[in-house]
């Protein structure tokens, strides 16, 4: 009977908002990779979801203080494996994000999003402190800096930067005093010509594309140009499925990754664009309502977590899309094509479901 | 808020609505981002959605430009001399390769070019706009075209396109009359200043080809056409407007005694120019060496190009048109024209050879010298047996104003004007000329006269002056602009003649003058004289013999005896039959020694060409016996 009291308290709407949100990101894929070399990307992508779906069902199902007990394993885990990355990892497009095993590549830097969320959950879960003092502040920066750390050393700056909004909100909510806060800002403002003069050479055109596109139009600023002519050029309806000529005619760059909801807005034009926003939204308030219905602590800092890190990615991504954010990388979470991604999103939401479905005392 | 969570004792209450109210905050940061993204997407896909499309138009759509097809090139019976075929090239489009110059080395590997010369090729477009692909390698064969094709994944930078390239059916036949085309150079399109080159385009740069190009060409037309990010065409979306194909040509060559002429040429070098007397029209043209023009057809022959020209033999000039010779003995008809004309002299004023003429402190020779001289010969017998001593003194007698003035009135000295893009003048001299251009010794000796007597000194003539002097002696005194195009396409199908009136003057000669140079000149073949070997029973060929000067001791040396670039350039010119001539032609052997020897048989094998084609059967020939009695007993 415990079963189907835990049924009538599952989170139907969220269920059904990440699966259309998935579903809406099969079809992009599909219409952005058909005719090119990467025509498999929607079969594949379609397997990893439903391997993300069945471990979503895991995450669900074991009380989620029992999967907390196991945050310092997965951690320790996934910071092994991003050691191991940087040994004996494979590089694509100049950073060496990948590592296989028996055939099947994956990226660890996807694991250790979740990883740092369950243990950063589980850190704040049991600390009890009113307003958070420098030493707890100094643990959450040292849980979120060792995997970024290793992940800036691939180097993948784009999966780097979400561990930002993660570490900015839990901190935030955890209650970080105002002072505290003052203090950090005004270190990161006194730090920021010291970051920009460690900058690597691409990194730095990127973010002076951003300031003005128009200045090397042929160059970094090409994807910009392309991608805001693609969302522009979808008008109100959009061109039809197979029919945006940005994405067919491959003028988008990356467009199953990092534009893939610029092919949306191009084909569907603004009333996809704002399906997919609303979806986006009902995701991101419902795992936001998880946290605040949440029965303790590590409930909240657990939806809590993975609402940062997934709205973090969304917004750092649809920014690039509408030229708002330079360019980074991050993949569209549900969205974007690649089965690391998807799969540790979907984790991170069987968690949020968890939550939801143990909120009530039992 | 309603919900706030739930945490065990009071004292968590006010923690808990603490945690409420920030992720409140977090909620709102969350709720307004996504409202400025939708705002973002607002702006851009209806309030500038017009503006994308058009930008999203001009990144897809792109205007491209269609080659027209060049008109063909016909002999006078349309048989074709030049056309067009399928030829595939290698494109690269440059703005899909980040680093150009590192992948250049690639590049070489693959198409089998070195670096340097595809720099070059580079660098000949670096004006044009990125997306405009490059040419890097032309005319290649169908296996590399696929090979190309099949890549395109791995090698979306490269494409393969196809084009119409110009094809000349008969090599180096014929090759100076039809010329050659290739890409428009920079400074044509410079000189070209009402805009009708395009960048690219390919143009005459030689030869009917050039002279006529504006006919040839056609217009280019243009089509809109989608394309993918790495240029490649996917569809045509609108017609724009179909070239125009450039409009056919029939030349008055004549594939069959052109073809005869290249034979009977051999490996000498030279030129030779057969006309039709009564009209101007050129029935066949040599120049050699010749070159292949289909080695133009290409765009890039940087190479091919440099040899040509370094070349010390000149292949690529036209010496038809181009080439200058002293006339050599041919001169002496000129001689007698205007002898007879301003009553210098009659046939019948007759003079002593004996093998020289002493004048001043220097004795003139006459090629007769070693057998004592011609003895007393008659105007008919100087000009057959073409004896220098009695020009020499009737030039002395005439003077030289007198021999230039005949010479201008003859054709000489001024261009032809030959539909062909450039062409020499040659030079007549007389005094005036020689303080123009020597100041050094300004003065005009009477020696000089007696040179230009016998067509030495500085008298010059192209052979094509020297066809049409033939023609103009053949017809009875009119001179006329020898021409290279019969006809032309005005629209399909129907052809227009051009050159119908091509007379530039008729020089009034007496009969009398006419009546005893033709009878001279039937002589020379036709008597044992010196071109006796062009000899053709019942054709009546009259012709004149001519040696133009290479090496001064020729004269007393045996010239078989001398090394061919010592050999004198020899003269063969005349026309066919006597009375009505259809045929007149020069022939002209550089180091062919005597005029009889190596030019007069290759007049020969045309005109038995000619006639035969005429009478639609084979001339009557002689017993070879009889023609090697000929060639022993004359010179």
Known sequence: MQARRYLGSFDWILFSAVLAVAGVGLLVIYSSTVGTPVAGAFRRQLMWLGVGLALMLLALIIDYHTLAAFAPVFYVLSAVLLVLTLIVGRTVNASQSWIGIGGLQFQPSEMAKMATVMLLAAYLGRERVRGLGAFNFAALAGIVGLPVLLIMKQPDLGTAVTFAPLLAGTTFVAGIRIRTLVILGLIVILALPLVWSHLKPYQKERVRTFLDPTNDPKGAGYQLIQSLIAVGSGGILGKGFLSGTQGQLQFLPEQHTDFIFAVLAEERGFLGSLLLLGLYFVILYRCLATARAARDRLGVFLALGVVCLLGGQAILNIGVVVGLLPTTGVPLPLMSYGGSSLVSTLLGLGLVLNVWTRRLVN | ?635
């Not at chain 2, 720099?119 to 696929?146: C, G, N, W, Y």
């Not at chain 2, 070098?269 to 050129?282: K, M």
């Not at chain 2, 040899?307 to 000039?317: C, E, N, S, T, Y």
């Not at chain 2, 020069?586 to 020694?593: H, L, S, T, Y």
């Open chain 2, 1 to 635: 808020m309603a919900n706030p969570p739930s945490f065990r004792g009071a004292q968590d209450y006010t923690e808990a609505n603490r945690l409420g109210t920030r992720l409140t905050v977090i909620h709102v940061v969350f709720a307004a981002t996504l409202i400025v993204y939708l705002m973002s997407f607002w702006y851009l896909q209806v309030i500038k959605s017009d503006h994308y499309r058009r930008l999203s138009d001009s990144n897809r759509l792109r205007r491209v430009t269609m080659a027209p097809l060049r008109g063909v090139i016909t002999d006078r019976e349309q048989h074709p001399l030049a056309d067009n075929r399928i030829a595939f090239n290698i494109r690269l489009n440059r703005d899909k390769v980040a680093d150009l110059e590192g992948f250049l080395p690639d590049l070489s590997r693959m198409l089998g070019t070195d670096v340097p010369t595809l720099r070059q090729r580079l660098d000949r477009a670096r004006t044009r706009p990125a997306f405009e692909p490059v040419i890097l390698k032309e005319d290649v064969s169908l296996a590399e075209a696929a090979f190309i094709e099949s890549r395109r994944l791995e090698l979306p930078m490269l494409s393969v396109e196809v084009e119409s390239r110009r094809h000349y059916l008969h090599g180096t036949m014929a090759a100076h009359a039809l010329g050659y085309v290739g890409e428009v150079s920079e400074e044509q399109i410079k000189q070209e200043n009402d805009g009708t080159y395009e960048l690219g385009e390919i143009v005459g740069k030689a030869g009917v080809e050039k002279s006529y190009d504006g006919k040839l060409r056609g217009a280019p037309g243009w089509k809109q056409v989608v394309v993918n990010s790495h240029g490649r065409e996917i569809e045509e979306v609108q017609e724009g407007h179909r070239p125009t194909p450039g409009r056919a040509l029939s030349l008055t060559l004549d594939l069959d005694l052109q073809r005869t002429l290249e034979e009977a040429f051999a490996d000498e070098a030279g030129s030779a120019v057969f006309l039709d007397p009564d009209s101007g029209e050129v029935l066949a043209m040599i120049s050699r060496p010749a070159f292949d023009p289909n080695v133009f057809a290409t765009r890039f022959s940087q190479d091919t190009w440099d040899g040509l020209v370094r070349d010390a033999k000149h292949p690529l000039q036209n010496r038809a048109s181009l080439s200058k010779f002293a006339p050599g003995s041919v001169f002496k008809i000129v001689m007698a024209i205007a002898a007879l004309e301003d009553g210098i002299a009659g046939p019948g004023r007759g003079d002593m050879c004996t093998g020289g003429w002493r004048f001043g402190d220097r004795t003139y020779q006459c090629w007769a010298v070693r057998k004592g001289g011609h003895g007393y010969v008659k105007m008919r017998e100087a000009i057959v047996h073409s004896c220098n001593v009695y020009f020499y003194r009737l030039g002395h007698e005439m003077g030289i104003e007198r021999i230039s003035r005949w010479a201008h009135l003859l054709g000489f000295g001024e261009p032809t004007g030959i539909d062909l893009p450039r062409e020499e003048a040659g030079t007549v001299p007389d005094p005036e000329w020689k303080q123009r251009v020597m100041p050094r010794d300004p003065v005009w000796h009477p020696g000089e006269t007696i040179s230009v007597s016998i067509g030495q000194g500085a008298l010059e003539v192209t052979p094509l002056q020297m066809a049409v002097f033939a023609a103009t002696v053949g017809n009875g005194g009119t001179i006329w602009r020898p021409h290279l195009i019969r006809a032309r396409e005005i629209r399909e199908g129907v052809q227009e003649a051009e050159n119908t009136d091509a007379r530039v003057r008729t020089v009034p000669l007496q009969a009398r003058t006419l009546e005893v140079i033709k009878d001279a000149m039937w002589g020379v073949v036709n008597e044992l004289g010196t071109g006796s070997r062009a000899l053709i029973a019942g054709r009546d060929v009259c012709a004149k013999t001519g040696t133009a000067q290479v090496f001064k001791a020729s004269r007393d040396v045996d010239a078989d005896k001398l090394t061919k670039e010592k050999r004198d350039h020899a003269w063969f010119i005349g026309f066919a039959p006597r009375d009505h001539p259809q045929i007149a032609w020069a022939v002209f052997v550089q180091n062919g020694g005597h005029g009889g020897t190596t030019a007069a048989p290759i007049a020969r094998a045309v005109l038995e060409k000619f006639f035969a084609k005429k009478d639609g059967g084979s001339p009557d020939r002689r017993p070879p016996e009889a023609r090697v009695a000929s060639a022993t007993l004359s010179r």
